[in-house]
């Protein structure tokens, strides 16, 4: 069946500290999307990428970083410059750039010790 | 504020009772797109509207986009405990965002048995 898988589901990370959630989709979509979710906030997005090796900058971009190598997949980097990065993690995509088709992953679950 | 405002936030209802969030932007919707989330679990597709006046249903749920599109509501109707979740409204806002959505903040469903 096709589908976003992000993993892991749950990521602890010290301070300093870099650390990649991986997002793989199997539905042949062109656009993905990084979304991060706080209580009472919703989702905003961080990045998001239209093709392979093209990606811009959401609402929330600094302190993240991605990469579009292959249509499938666009991981998420939050670097230690990312002051508060304890959130959970969206990953979605959609089958064109007019946001048809969105489907989301089951999350990543982020928390700094 | 939020470009896209949910209310209420919260909602806690005997089962058996019949409820509506509403979503609201303050710009022409394009695309408004209801999801239901689990906590922690990511985003389950409900429905996609469009047009003005547009009215979509499934099983016990009903969702419409108004004339103006600028206010959707989501009815439930005879509630069940399987209806919790948090509900949350995405759109696309001018209808120039290139598949990004922006999401509500969310309502969180409470059905007491």
């Known amino acids: 069946d096709g589908g976003i898988t992000q993993s892991p589901k749950y990521l602890f990370r010290k301070e300093g500290q870099n650390v990649t959630l991986s997002c793989e989709q199997n539905l042949n979509h062109d656009a993905m999307y990084w979304y991060r979710q706080d209580p009472g906030q919703g989702l905003r997005l961080i990045y998001y990428?239209?093709?392979?090796?093209?990606?811009q900058k959401g609402d929330i971009a600094e302190g993240y970083s991605v990469s579009r190598e292959k249509k499938e997949s666009f991981p998420l980097t939050v670097t230690s410059a990312q002051k508060n990065p304890t959130a959970f993690y969206l990953c979605?995509?959609?089958?064109?750039?007019?946001?048809?088709?969105?489907?989301f992953g089951s999350g990543t679950r982020l928390t700094v010790v | 504020s939020q470009e896209l405002e949910q209310s209420p936030q919260s909602l806690i209802v005997q089962e058996g009772k019949n409820l509506t969030i509403n979503c609201t932007s303050s710009?022409?919707?394009?695309?408004l797109y209801w999801y239901k989330q689990k906590y922690g679990e990511g985003l389950i597709f409900l429905m996609m509207l469009q047009k003005g006046g547009e009215e979509k249903s499934h099983e016990k749920i009903t969702a419409k986009l108004d004339e103006k599109k600028q206010q959707s509501s989501l009815h439930i109707t005879a509630s069940q405990p399987s209806h919790a979740g948090i509900y949350l409204c995405?759109?696309?806002?001018?209808?120039?965002?290139?598949?990004?959505?922006?999401f509500g903040q969310g309502t969180i469903l409470t059905v007491h048995p």
């Open positions: 995405g759109a696309d806002i001018g209808g120039t965002s290139y598949g990004k959505l922006t």
């Open positions: 990428s239209q093709i392979v090796n093209d990606f």
């Open positions: 979605a995509s959609s089958r064109d750039t007019q946001g048809y088709g969105y489907t």
């Open positions: 710009k022409t919707l394009y695309g």
